[in-house]
Structure formats: C-alpha cells, structure tokens
C-alpha cells in the first residue's frame, strides 16, 4: 500500500472517530435536556398538595403527608 493511501485512510479515520464522538455526545446532552425540561405533576389525594418532580415518574409520595398518588393527566 503506498504512502498516499495509507496516509487518506488514516485521516479518514481520525475524521469518521471525531464524527462518531461528536453524534454520540449530541445525543447524550439532548437526552439530558430533555429529562431536565419534562415535570410530572401531582396532586394529593388526601391533603390536595399540588407539587411537580422532575424526569418520569408514575407515582409519588406527598411531601406533605405521605399519601402515594398517581401523576395527573390531561
Ligand atoms: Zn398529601
């Protein structure tokens, strides 16, 4: 293999390594943006304490009283 070959696959390489770093970082922070932005709003059965946590969550407790309640839909 000459020289100019060898030395086009290297740099091809490198630019395919930068690129695959790139697009899995651009991903990674997208992800965790969009987890930061997303609330989950509740309200308590018991005590009717409106609170909001953030990420996924299906159930929660009430800081208040402690009553597990389901996440409110609209
Ligand atoms: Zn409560």
Same mark, same amino acid.
């Given at each position: 293999?000459?020289?100019?070959? +060898?030395? =086009?696959?290297? /740099?091809?390489?490198? +630019?395919?390594?930068? =690129?695959?770093?790139?697009? *899995? *970082?651009?991903?990674?922070?997208?992800?965790?943006? &969009?987890?930061?932005?997303?609330?989950?709003?509740?309200? /308590?059965?018991? /005590?009717?304490? =409106? *609170?909001?946590?953030?990420?996924?969550? #299906?159930?929660? #407790?009430? +800081? =208040? /009283?402690?009553? &597990? #309640?389901?996440?409110?839909?609209?």
């Amino acid at each position: 293999m000459d020289i100019v070959v +060898a030395t =086009l696959a290297y /740099c091809l390489l490198v +630019a395919g390594l930068f =690129l695959g770093l790139w697009i *899995y *970082y651009d991903r990674r922070d997208h992800a965790r943006f &969009e987890a930061e932005r997303r609330h989950v709003s509740f309200q /308590c059965v018991r /005590c009717g304490h =409106l *609170y909001a946590l953030q990420g996924e969550h #299906n159930r929660s #407790n009430c +800081a =208040l /009283c402690g009553q &597990e #309640n389901d996440r409110l839909r609209f």
